[in-house]
Structure formats: C-alpha cells, structure tokens
C-alpha cells in the first residue's frame, strides 16, 4: 500500500457511480441492513467529503503558515467523515456527534507556549465518535494530554528532539521485515524487567513468535512483517521505519490519526483566537514552540490523506491488515 494506490482510490472516489459501488462492498461486507438503499443515500455524501478534504489539504499546502492550520484540520475532519461514512450508513445520527469533541482552555496563562498546551477530551462529538467507530477506542488513558506528548508521537517530528539530546521515539524495524529489536535499555526507561515488558509489548504485537536477547537488543521475531503500525507502534512511511515511545509516559496506545486530530484542533483554535501570540510566532519565531509547529503543519499535510486512505482501502480488503 502506497501513496499512489491512495491517490489513485481518491480519484476513483470521485463520481457517484463509483462511490456507491464503493460503499455498497464496504456495506455488504459489514452485512448492513438496506446496504443497496443506504450506499445510493450516502454516495453524494461520500464524494463531497474527499472532494472538500483533498481542496482544503492541497490549499494548505500553499498556503501561507498563518493559515495552514484552520485549512488542515477542516481538511482533515471531511476526510474522517468519509471514512466513518464506510461503517455509519446513519452518520451523523443526532447534531451532539457534529462538535469536535475536544476543548482547550479559553483563556491562555501567562508566557503560555503550545508546547505544554493542553486538549481535554469530551463524551461526544467527532473525536470520540472517530475513536470508538474507526478504531474501538472507547475510552482514553488520559482526560487531558499537552501537546509536546503529541509531538513526541508523531515519527517525522523524531529528529527534532534528539536535536535537543531528547530522545522520544526509538526506532525498533522495518515495515518490511519479521523482526523488531528493543534495546535493553527501554527496561529502565520502563521501570520493567524483560518479562514484564515483553508481556506488556506482546498483546499490541499479533503474531509474535518468540524473543532472544542478542547485543543488547531484545530480539522479537514475527510470524509475519508488520505492514501497519497499531498504537503504541508509529511508522514513518517515508523511511519505512517503525518506532517505539522511548519512555514510559509517552506509551500512550492512541492512533495517529488521532494524536494528529487533537494537535490540528488546538493548533486551529490557537490560530483563530490567540491572534496576537500567533502573530508574534509567526514573525519573531522567539518561541521554541516554532520549529515544532511549522514542520509538523508540513508533515501532517502530506500523512492525513495518507493514514485516511489507507482506512479506505482497508475496507475493500480487511484481510490486508497484518
């Protein structure tokens, strides 16, 4: 799976005809009731969804950085919509799943920076709503979470804080190999003994075969590659690398589509509503905050579409995820 084969199913999205063929085999898959009535309904819906999400993230993308981040998180929650489309025939079912779902606070403290910012989560709206229907993420190991904790989960960010001798990521295989390797020295990152760690990575690991220690790495061989990381594993399709939390309070089994909606919505609210402190961010560029900000405004608009369109082909071929 690739960002062609994305591309290429956006664009084959983009009729009617073509859409509901397409949500017709994602519902008589699923064995939805009226699957033939409800995919007509919602092929109109499905079409516009990837329309208006690709144009706000293409626009973005040459946008001026003041307004890349309101264009990419409307961007993004089209294209979310669409993929809840596949398994909701009935969204939106009431007008409470329509909110976002997340707040931050109204009123900023004194020398606030974005990086201990937080987000808090809610009981309904889109965030929750894409949690439990996309992923069966019904509940969330925090309430609230600061955004340098997002960042550290986002791979392409990784480098930026070993810049700062921060390690936050640990880069542990290969998309296309059976092997993973874990240094020794998570264990006492982890406060864990081999056992318990092993234990502990073993359930978020389908088909481990068995793990030797070899050179200070735990060795951990796999029936098969792992083609698509699953929380708390994250990949960076560019360098096809898979990478693990470094440290212990960054093992948050969280999505990255997720992780990227909760910094997208604050970084959005903050551009609209914290119109001085984003000016001077954006102009002074004093804040450590900055170069943070700007590359991952550049990473996540190429690394939506990508994670979307992945669900998306996922549900013309369930079988495909390893």
């Known amino acids: 799976m690739n960002k062609q084969d994305i591309s290429l199913l956006f664009t084959y999205l983009q009729s009617q005809e073509t859409a509901f063929d397409y949500l017709l085999q994602c519902y008589r898959r699923q064995n939805q009731p009226e699957a033939e009535t409800k995919s007509y309904e919602n092929a109109s819906a499905l079409m516009h969804y990837i329309d208006h999400g690709r144009r706000f993230l293409t626009n973005a993308r040459d946008a001026d950085i003041l307004l890349m981040p309101v264009l990419l998180f409307y961007g993004m929650t089209h294209l979310c919509k669409a993929c809840l489309l596949t398994k909701r025939p ?7 799943v329509l909110a976002h779902g997340v707040s931050t606070r109204k009123r900023k403290k004194k020398n606030y920076t974005f990086l201990q910012d937080e987000v808090k989560i809610q009981h309904n709206g889109l965030f929750p709503y894409l949690a439990k229907y996309l992923y069966a993420v019904g509940t969330f ?38 092997q993973m390797y874990f240094p020794e020295t998570l264990l006492d990152s ?14 978020h690991v389908p088909g481990l075969a068995h793990v030797h220690t070899v050179s200070g790495y735990m060795e951990m061989v796999l029936s098969a590659p792992v083609h698509e990381a699953s929380s708390p594993f994250f990949i960076d399709p560019g360098a096809e690398t898979i990478y693990f939390p470094h440290n212990r309070e960054h093992f948050i089994a969280l999505p990255e589509l997720l992780i990227h909606y909760l910094l997208l ?30 590359h991952f405004l550049q990473v996540t608009a190429e690394k939506v579409p990508f994670l979307v369109g992945k669900e998306l082909l996922d549900q013309l071929d369930p079988g495909s995820r390893k």
């Not at 009935?90 to 409470?96: D, G, I, K, V």
């Not at 982890?190 to 073993?202: D, G, P, V």
């Open 141 to 178: 190991p925090f309430e609230k979470i600061r955004m340098e904790q997002l960042f550290s989960l986002i791979p392409e960010l990784n480098q930026l804080f070993t810049f700062n001798h921060s390690q936050k990521l640990t880069a542990v295989g290969k998309t296309d190999s059976d």
């Open 265 to 294: 919505y604050n970084l959005s609210m903050v551009s609209r509503y914290e119109t001085e402190w984003w000016g001077e961010l954006l102009t002074s560029k004093a804040e450590a905050d900055f170069p943070f900000i700007r």
């Open 190 to 203: 982890y406060n864990l003994t081999q056992t318990a760690f092993i234990k502990r990575i073993k359930k």
């Open 90 to 96: 009935n969204y939106p079912e009431t007008t409470a």
